[in-house]
């Protein structure tokens, strides 16, 4: 199958400039760069490119939604913060393939606009951001980045922030305050970044992989594009699975992919010859599926029919011997902890969450708990400041509803 985010990944020194260059890279910046930055806009929005980082909004819908008044400054952001347990895809395009994000990037700010640019990154991917950077440099220098970019006279400078290791900074919004200096808070929607986003200006915020798909749309055309995945999920996926499986790592495949083959024929089968329990298969906001419900397509719009999301495309396989209520508790624990606080039903329902279900595995609960888990979860669900609540009560509820006999037999 051909690739469109890792088709350069196994090549020696794929960082490289050289390389990349070598292999096609920096085309589509500029076969972008000469054509009209509306065109730009509108192949992105043909191709029905949507993102990657768990929300699976239209790229070129958004862009659109800019305002039509070029005059103030608007900046792109490249959301690299990857803080979804379970989820490693974005790393893998940064490390290893890092000019493709630098040229999706260039191409989106061209089409949008924008002259200055940002890519937040989680701090624990030191060594990765390292990497970035060093790309970055070699751009610059040879003219792709920067002041006058191919002598097209559109400038794009980019610099890399590194995010301080929390969760939430990876929610558009609070990640725009991170970036300003503040707490890393989410803000009350509307106004969308679109409109009012880093420093008020109009901004536009999208995923590693969102941005690393660009190349190949301007290069091949949004029909190629389509002929990869199904319709309003187009394209491919980097799926990235872990667990008890014999083969991890990150695979791509066109969205729509079976669960089932990528569990089973790509990732190897379960470790050990076990059985499977259950999947949770978009990154651990994404609600549980029991080891029955894997006989699905891996597209937005399936999982969603399935009762789960496609989120981040992080797959975690969890074998027979693993206790659900366990695994509930730690994702309990680490909602309550990622809670920024600023919201009621998130601060305090999050960490109500955690107390009835760590009362629950260290079989001290009652069934009573067990309701009362579920009944938190219902007020939780569409009543928080940003979707962080909703992550939590859908993923721990699920857990909960699916799994039950597993918790009652923990309680007296
Ligand atoms: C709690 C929370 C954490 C998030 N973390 C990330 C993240 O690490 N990376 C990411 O790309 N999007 C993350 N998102 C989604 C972003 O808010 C936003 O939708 C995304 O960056 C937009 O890019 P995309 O349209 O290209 O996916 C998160 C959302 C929430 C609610």
Same mark, same amino acid.
């Given at each position: 199958?051909?690739?469109?985010? /890792? ?6 020194? /794929? ?11 920096y085309d589509a910046l500029k076969k972008a760069l000469s054509l009209p930055s509306e065109k730009v806009i509108s192949i992105v929005a043909e191709s029905g490119l ?8 239209p790229a070129g819908m958004k862009w659109k939604l800019l305002p039509a008044d070029r005059?103030?400054?608007r900046?792109l ?26 040229e999706g990037m260039t191409i989106a700010a061209y089409a949008i606009g924008a002259c ?12 990765? %951001? ?19 970019i191919l002598n097209s006279g559109h400038q794009f ?37 679109a ?7 109009p901004?536009v915020?999208q995923?590693?992989?969102t941005l690393?798909s660009i190349p190949f749309i301007i290069n091949m055309g949004p029909d190629v594009f389509k ?7 187009y394209g ?172 009652? %037999?923990?309680?007296?």
């Amino acid at each position: 199958m051909e690739k469109i985010l /890792s088709r350069n990944i196994n090549v020696p020194d /794929s960082q490289s400039l050289d390389v990349y260059i070598k292999r096609g890279g920096y085309d589509a910046l500029k076969k972008a760069l000469s054509l009209p930055s509306e065109k730009v806009i509108s192949i992105v929005a043909e191709s029905g490119l949507r993102g990657r980082g768990g929300a699976g909004f239209p790229a070129g819908m958004k862009w659109k939604l800019l305002p039509a008044d070029r005059t103030a400054a608007r900046y792109l952001i490249c959301n690299a913060d990857e803080g979804e347990p379970g989820t490693f895809k974005d790393r893998q395009i940064i490390e290893l393939d890092p000019h493709l994000l630098i040229e999706g990037m260039t191409i989106a700010a061209y089409a949008i606009g924008a002259c200055r640019g940002f890519i937040y990154i989680r701090g624990e991917y030191d060594w990765i %951001a390292r990497v970035l950077v060093r790309a970055l440099r070699e751009a610059e220098d040879k003219g792709f980045s920067g002041v006058d970019i191919l002598n097209s006279g559109h400038q794009f400078c980019i610099d890399v922030f590194r995010g301080a290791g929390s969760y939430i900074c990876g929610e558009e919004t609070a990640l725009i305050e991170s970036l300003e200096g503040k707490a890393g808070r989410p803000r009350l929607k509307p106004p969308f970044p679109a409109a009012f986003g880093l420093y008020g200006q109009p901004t536009v915020v999208q995923n590693v992989a969102t941005l690393a798909s660009i190349p190949f749309i301007i290069n091949m055309g949004p029909d190629v594009f389509k002929s990869f995945g199904k319709p309003r999920s187009y394209g491919t996926m980097l799926f990235g699975i872990c667990g008890h499986v014999n083969k991890s790592g990150v695979y791509e495949y066109p969205m729509g992919t079976s669960l089932k083959k990528l569990i089973y024929e790509v990732a190897g089968g379960i470790k050990d010859n076990k059985k499977l329990k259950a999947v949770i298969p978009g990154g651990l906001s994404a609600p549980i599926l029991k080891a029955d419900e894997i006989d699905i397509e891996m597209d937005f719009d399936s999982l969603i029919a399935a009762g789960s999301i496609l989120g981040t495309g992080g797959i975690i396989v969890l074998d027979e011997d693993v206790s659900i209520p366990f695994v509930a508790q730690k994702a309990a624990r680490f909602f309550a902890h990622e809670s920024c606080g600023q919201c009621t039903p998130c601060r305090e329902g999050t960490s109500m969450l955690k107390l009835l279900i760590d009362r629950i595995a260290a079989a001290e609960g009652s069934l009573a708990d067990i309701e009362q888990v579920l009944r938190l979860c219902r007020y939780i669900k569409g009543s928080t400041l940003c979707a962080m609540g909703d992550a939590a009560a859908f993923s721990v509820g699920t857990m909960v509803k699916k799994f039950r006999e597993e918790f009652e %037999a923990l309680v007296k």
